[in-house]
């Protein structure tokens, strides 16, 4: 897996308010659409990681910028980043993009939750790709 993680997102009808121009909860689903891809990238499909160890990820705090707007029928790009892992939590960047130029921009911090809500430690397995990732991630910014 190349690092930073990149995610292709077709703007659609449904996404926009109804002028052509991108409605901002979308580019909340275009991010977690990308993360979800990362952590299939890394060998962890989200149902399966809750099945066989309990565990899931939320949003625990989000500031998003939003810079330009998009429009119908724009090719995006969802770049993802980690930033800092915790022993619960996670914490990424992610820039969408159009033709290079920064969209929207996303600070979140993901908490490692239970079944039943409650923080819950990450998965050593898991710390670990997310540990490659993030080091793939710093080498490939400064290189």
């Not at 990308?34 to 962890?44: I, K, N």
């Not at 625990?60 to 330009?68: A, G, T």
């Not at 892992?85 to 960047?93: P, Q, R």
Request: charged share 25%.
């Amino acid at each position: 897996m190349s690092a930073p993680h990149l995610f292709p997102v077709r703007v659609y009808w449904e996404d926009t308010d109804g002028s052509g121009i991108v409605y901002h909860a979308s580019y909340l689903r275009f991010a977690e659409r990308a993360r979800t891809e990362l952590l299939r990238a890394a060998g962890f499909e989200q149902w399966t990681m809750l099945e066989q160890t309990g565990i899931a990820f939320a949003v625990r705090h989000c500031v998003i910028d939003f810079r330009r707007s998009a429009r119908l029928d724009d090719r995006l790009a969802v770049e993802t980043v980690v930033t800092a892992i915790g022993g619960a939590s996670l914490e990424m960047s992610q820039a969408i993009r159009r033709d290079g130029d920064d969209i929207v921009t996303l600070l979140l911090k993901l908490a490692c939750i239970t079944r039943d809500g409650r923080a819950a430690r990450m998965p050593p397995r898991l710390r670990e790709v997310f540990n490659a990732i993030k080091h793939q991630t710093a080498s490939h910014a400064a290189g």
